[in-house]
Each structure stands twice: as structure tokens, then as C-alpha cells.
């Protein structure tokens, strides 16, 4: 009896397996033919969508003044005017520059040989009316601002270590003071 209930109970679900089988295949079959339905009505609509775009483009007409055609012409035009000749004028400037520092280099080349004397001649006077004494004293005035500033920044650190050695050693000072006055009960006080 056991078996006969195992049998039926295989059968059961061998069926049951093929029917699952059958039903998936069904519902996919059913949802291909609902995507190529929609596939031929989108179809459709888009061919009706281009003959109403066709149309309405036929019957419609732009006018546009000529106004706004030759305003639209003008700035373009008067736009690659502006650009052009900036570019002319940098171009030009370029080369003015250019041959400006050509025509230096050639003349000063040209009268190296002449003015080589004058200028050596003007830049020894020059140096003859320096006084020493004055560049001595500006040399030792700034000399002496430097090792100010130097020797200054050296003593604010010294002087921030010794009043920290200073403050240590009177609390040194104070506590031995506490523990003198604490043996003798004396109030003892130190001042640095």
C-alpha cells in the first residue's frame, strides 16, 4: 500500500512537472506575441506621427522679415571685421617690435666701437664722485641693523629662559620656605 501511495505520489509530480513545463512554454509563446503586437502597433503610431509631422510642415510657412535677416548679417559680418583686424594690428605690432630690436642691435653693433670710450669715460666719473666714506657709513648703519635685529630676537629667548629658571627656582625656594616653617611653625617667606 506504502508503495501504491509512493507511485501516485511520483506520478503526481512527474505530471505536475510537465503541466509547470507546458504552462511556462505557454506564457512565454503568449508574451512573444504580445511583444511583436506592440512591436507592429508602435509601428503604426510612428508612421501616423510622420504623416501628421509631414503635413503640418507643408502647410506651414516662416516668414522672416528681411530686417532681421540683414541685423543678423551685419553682426557676423561687423564680429569677423573686429576679429580680422585685431589680428592685422597684433601681427603689425609684432612685427614692429621685431624690427625695432633689429634696428637697435644693428646701430648699437654699428657704434659699439664709437660710444665704447664715451660710456667708460662717463661711468668712471660717475664712480670718481662716490664718496667712500658715505658708502662705509650706510654699509656699517645697515650692518648694525642686522645684528640688532639678530641679537635682538636672541635676547627675547633668553630672556623667556631665565625668568622660566627663575620662576623655578622660587617655587624651589618656597617649598623648602613650607617646609622649614611647617618644622618650626614659623610663616617663612623668600622674595627673589
Given at each position: 500500500?506504502?508503495n501504491r ?5 511520483r ?15 505557454g ?7 504580445a ?5 507592429h502597433?508602435?509601428k503604426?503610431s510612428?508612421?501616423?506621427l ?6 503640418v510642415k507643408?502647410?506651414?510657412?516662416i516668414?522672416?522679415?528681411q530686417?532681421?535677416v540683414d541685423r543678423?548679417?551685419?553682426k ?10 585685431r589680428?592685422?594690428?597684433?601681427s ?13 642691435n644693428?646701430?648699437?653693433k654699428e657704434?659699439?666701437?664709437k660710444?665704447?670710450?664715451t ?5 668712471a666719473k660717475?664712480a ?36 622660566r ?7 624651589i ?16 617667606t623668600?622674595?627673589?
Amino acid at each position: 500500500m506504502e508503495n501504491r501511495e509512493q507511485n501516485r505520489t511520483r506520478t503526481y509530480e512527474i505530471n505536475w512537472e510537465r503541466v509547470k513545463g507546458w504552462l511556462c512554454v505557454g506564457v512565454a509563446l503568449a508574451a512573444t506575441g504580445a511583444a511583436i503586437y506592440c512591436r507592429h502597433e508602435m509601428k503604426k503610431s510612428i508612421r501616423l506621427l510622420n504623416r501628421a509631422a509631414d503635413s503640418v510642415k507643408d502647410l506651414t510657412v516662416i516668414e522672416v522679415r528681411q530686417e532681421i535677416v540683414d541685423r543678423a548679417i551685419n553682426k557676423a559680418a561687423n564680429q569677423e571685421v573686429g576679429n580680422a583686424v585685431r589680428r592685422t594690428v597684433q601681427s603689425m605690432n609684432d612685427r614692429i617690435s621685431d624690427q625695432t630690436r633689429k634696428r637697435v642691435n644693428e646701430v648699437v653693433k654699428e657704434n659699439y666701437a664709437k660710444i665704447r670710450n664715451t660710456v667708460a669715460q662717463a661711468i668712471a666719473k660717475e664712480a670718481t664722485q662716490i664718496d667712500r666714506s658715505d658708502i662705509m657709513d650706510e654699509a656699517t648703519e645697515k650692518a648694525k641693523e642686522m645684528l640688532l635685529e639678530k641679537f635682538d630676537g636672541k635676547l627675547d629667548g633668553l630672556l623667556s629662559d631665565y625668568q622660566r629658571n627663575l620662576d623655578n627656582v622660587g617655587k624651589i625656594y618656597q617649598s623648602i620656605a613650607s617646609k622649614m616653617a611647617g618644622d618650626t611653625e614659623k610663616n617663612v617667606t623668600l622674595k627673589i
